[in-house]
Nanobody
């Protein structure tokens, strides 16, 4: 089992910045990808960014504005999503996820709201 604990998110103005963090604990040796999805009201969940540690991928809509990093220490993996130059269309619930052997795990979700 893997447990994911998210932090960060909130309300920010157009052009502002936020940082989301997600700490994974438990059977982290089985994890091979971590990242973030988001879901805006009335829209499908979409992949924002993911990393295997060796490579990182971003949605076209966030390239150049979002940076995903991963750290591994003390039996915990942490992914941080630094978001800058935020736009109203970035408003969504952001979900951390980790893909492990046999299963994908999800965080509880954190709201990001960008006001214009």
């Amino acid at each position: 089992q893997v447990q994911l604990v998210e932090s960060g998110g909130g309300l920010v103005q157009l052009g502002g910045s936020l940082r989301l963090s997600c700490a994974a604990s438990g059977s982290i040796a089985s994890i091979y990808i971590m990242g973030w999805y988001r879901q805006a009201p009335g829209k499908q969940r979409e992949l924002v960014a993911s990393t295997s540690g060796d490579s990182t991928n971003y949605a076209d809509s966030v390239k150049g504005r979002f940076t995903l990093t991963i750290s591994r220490e003390n039996a915990r993996n942490t992914v941080n999503l630094q978001m800058v130059r935020l736009k109203p269309e970035d408003t969504a619930v952001y979900y951390c996820y980790s893909s492990a052997i046999y299963q994908t795990y999800w965080g509880q979700g954190t709201q990001v709201t960008v006001s214009s």
